[in-house]
C-alpha cells in the first residue's frame, strides 16, 4: 500500500475512535452535567411559578378586603348584631335555628323572606361589584357575628354559618385571619372555586364574616398555558393529595400524579426528583404555593360536605409540579452530540485528504529514491536521486548518488583492471608453451610453418619492440678489439653475462 493510502487510512481510523471517544466521553458526562442542570432550572421554575400564583391569590383576597370595607357593610352588621345581642343566648339559638330552617323550607326565591335577604342595599352592592368583574365571582354573601346571614347574590343552602369550618377559621377565636376555602370545582359556575373569608372588624373586634367565592380556574390555567408555550416539559397545579388542579388537556380534580410525588409533596417544601413514570423516568421539581400552606395572615382548608362541589379540599396545600422527559431533557446533549460527530467526521475527511497528499508530497523523494536505486540495481550506475533537502531524506539521497558514484568508479577499475590483465594473459599465452627455434640460426617456426627472424615473431605476438646492440663477447670474437667495444655499446644495452638457457631440439625433421 503506498504511503498516501496508508496516511490517509490512519487519519481515518484516529479520527473515527476520536470521535466515537470524544462523543461518547461527551454524552456519558453531559447526561449528568445536563440532567441536573435541568432539574435545576425546573426547580427554580417551579419557585417561581409558586410565588407567581401564591402572588395571584393575595390579590384576589385583597379585591375581596376591600369589597370588606364599604361602610355600608359595617352599618348593616352593627345594626344586625345589635338586634341579636338584645337576646339571650337561648332566645338567640331559637331565634337563628328558626330562621335557617324557615330559609331551608322556603323554595321559591321570590318569597319576601328570601328576597328581603337578596334584595337588601348589601345585597345589591355585591351585585354591582360581580357586574363590574364578570365571571370573577360566584356568590358573595355576608354574615353578622352570630354567623347569621344578612345578605346575598344568591340563594344558598342555607341561612346560619357559624358552624361552619371556613367561618371558625377566619373568625379565628376572635382574632380573625384571611381564610381561603378550597371547594374544588363549582358545577353551578363551571370552574374552579377558591372560597375567600374575610372577618370584618370594628374597634378591633369580629362585627361580621364575609365570604366571596371566587372562580380562580381561568388564572390558574392562564399560568399552566403560559408555561407549556415558553418551555418544555408539563406544569401541573396539583394538591397535596396528588389530585390535579389545573393541568393541560386534564379536567381539574380529574386526574391524580404519581404516588412517589405524592410522597414527597407531603414534605411541603421545594424539591426536586428523578421518578419513574409510564415506563420513562421523569425529571420532576416541586415547590408549594406559601399562601396555600396556612400562616397567621392566610388560613387555607376545605371540605368534601358542599352539595355543589366536587372534590373539597381536606387540609391540603397548593404545589406547583413541573415535569420533564429524561429523553427530552437530554435532548440538548443529544443535539450536541450530533454536532460533534458531524464536526469529528468533517475534521476526519479533512484531515484524511490532508494526510494523503502530505503523504503523496513527503513519498515523492521516496519513490525517486526508490526508482533511482532501482535503476542502480539493475546495473544502470549512471542513475542519479535529484532530491535536494536538508533532511534525512536529503541525507539518503546524498548517500546513494555517493553510493552510486563510488560503484562505479569501482566496476570501471575492476573493468580496467580485467582488460589488462586479459591482455596480459594474452601476451603470456602468446609466449607459452614450445617454440621450435632453430638451433643455429635461431629462426622461431609458426603454426603455419615459416620461419621467422626471432625479433620478427615477438613483435608480432606482443607489444615488445626490440633495439639491436651488441654483446661485448660478440665483440670481442667478431672485431677483437675492446676498445671499439666500449666505444660502440648502445648507452641502454643490457650488460649481461652469457646466460645458457636449456634449448630445445626441433623435432621438426625439416
Not at 371540605?303 to 355543589?308: G, H, R
Request: hydrophobic share 40%; glycine share 8%.
Amino acid at each position: 500500500m503506498k504511503i498516501q493510502y496508508k496516511a490517509a487510512s490512519i487519519m481515518i481510523l484516529f479520527g473515527a475512535i476520536i470521535v466515537v471517544l470524544l462523543s461518547l466521553g461527551y454524552y456519558m458526562q453531559n447526561n449528568k452535567i445536563i440532567k441536573r442542570k435541568e432539574l435545576n432550572n425546573l426547580k427554580q421554575l417551579s419557585e417561581e411559578v409558586a410565588q407567581h400564583l401564591a402572588s395571584r391569590i393575595e390579590e384576589k383576597a385583597a379585591i375581596a378586603a376591600t369589597l370588606s370595607s364599604a361602610p355600608l357593610l359595617r352599618d348593616a352588621l352593627l345594626k344586625s348584631n345589635s338586634e341579636f345581642a338584645a337576646l339571650t343566648d337561648r332566645e338567640r339559638k331559637q331565634e337563628i335555628d328558626n330562621r335557617n330552617q324557615q330559609w331551608m323550607k322556603t323554595a321559591d326565591i321570590n318569597s319576601p323572606f328570601i328576597q328581603r335577604h337578596m334584595t337588601n342595599p348589601v345585597a345589591e352592592h355585591f351585585k354591582y361589584q360581580s357586574t363590574i368583574l364578570p365571571g370573577e365571582y360566584g356568590e358573595i354573601f355576608l354574615t353578622n357575628r352570630y354567623g347569621v346571614m344578612i345578605a346575598t347574590t344568591g340563594k344558598l343552602t342555607t341561612l346560619a354559618h357559624a358552624q361552619k369550618y371556613w367561618w371558625v377559621a377566619s373568625y379565628d377565636d376572635g382574632q380573625g385571619r384571611i381564610f381561603l376555602d378550597d371547594r374544588g370545582f363549582d358545577m353551578s359556575v363551571q370552574g374552579y372555586v377558591l372560597g375567600v373569608v374575610i372577618p370584618i372588624k370594628a374597634d378591633n373586634k369580629i362585627i361580621g364574616i364575609l365570604k366571596c367565592n371566587v372562580n380562580i380556574l381561568g388564572p390558574l390555567t392562564n399560568v399552566v398555558r403560559e408555561y407549556d408555550e415558553r418551555h418544555p416539559g408539563r406544569l401541573k397545579i396539583v394538591r397535596t393529595g396528588g389530585l390535579i388542579i389545573a393541568e393541560s388537556d386534564v379536567h381539574p380534580l380529574s386526574t391524580k400524579v404519581n404516588e412517589a410525588l405524592v410522597k414527597l409533596l407531603w414534605q411541603k417544601e421545594n424539591g426536586g426528583a428523578i421518578i419513574a413514570e409510564n415506563n420513562e423516568n421523569q425529571l420532576v421539581a416541586f415547590s408549594p404555593i406559601r399562601t396555600t400552606m396556612g400562616s397567621k395572615q392566610f388560613g387555607f382548608g376545605g371540605s368534601k360536605e358542599s352539595i355543589d362541589h366536587i372534590n373539597g379540599n381536606t387540609g391540603e396545600g397548593w404545589h406547583i409540579a413541573i415535569s420533564l422527559g429524561e429523553e427530552e431533557a437530554v435532548k440538548s446533549a443529544r443535539e450536541v452530540n450530533r454536532i460533534i460527530i458531524y464536526v469529528g467526521i468533517i475534521f476526519t475527511l479533512l484531515a484524511s485528504g490532508v494526510a494523503y497528499w502530505g503523504g503523496k508530497w513527503a513519498a515523492k523523494p521516496i519513490v525517486e529514491l526508490a526508482a533511482t536505486a532501482q535503476d542502480i540495481g539493475e546495473g544502470r550506475l549512471e542513475a542519479r536521486a535529484s532530491v535536494h533537502s536538508n533532511d534525512e531524506i536529503g541525507f539518503l539521497a546524498q548517500s546513494i548518488n555517493r553510493m552510486a558514484k563510488n560503484l562505479q568508479e569501482a566496476i570501471a577499475s575492476r573493468d580496467e583492471f580485467e582488460h589488462h590483465k586479459n591482455v596480459a594473459e594474452t601476451e603470456v599465452k602468446t609466449l607459452q608453451g614450445i617454440l621450435p627455434i632453430c638451433a643455429s640460426c635461431k629462426k622461431i617456426r609458426d603454426d603455419k610453418g615459416t620461419w621467422n627472424i626471432l625479433e620478427a615473431y615477438i613483435e608480432t605476438r606482443t607489444d615488445a619492440l626490440f633495439s639491436h646492440g651488441m654483446c661485448r663477447e660478440c665483440a670481442d670474437k667478431l672485431y677483437g678489439d675492446e676498445k671499439w667495444y666500449q666505444k660502440n655499446k648502445e648507452p641502454n644495452s643490457v650488460n649481461t653475462e652469457q646466460v645458457e638457457a636449456p634449448l630445445h631440439e626441433d623435432v621438426d625433421t625439416e
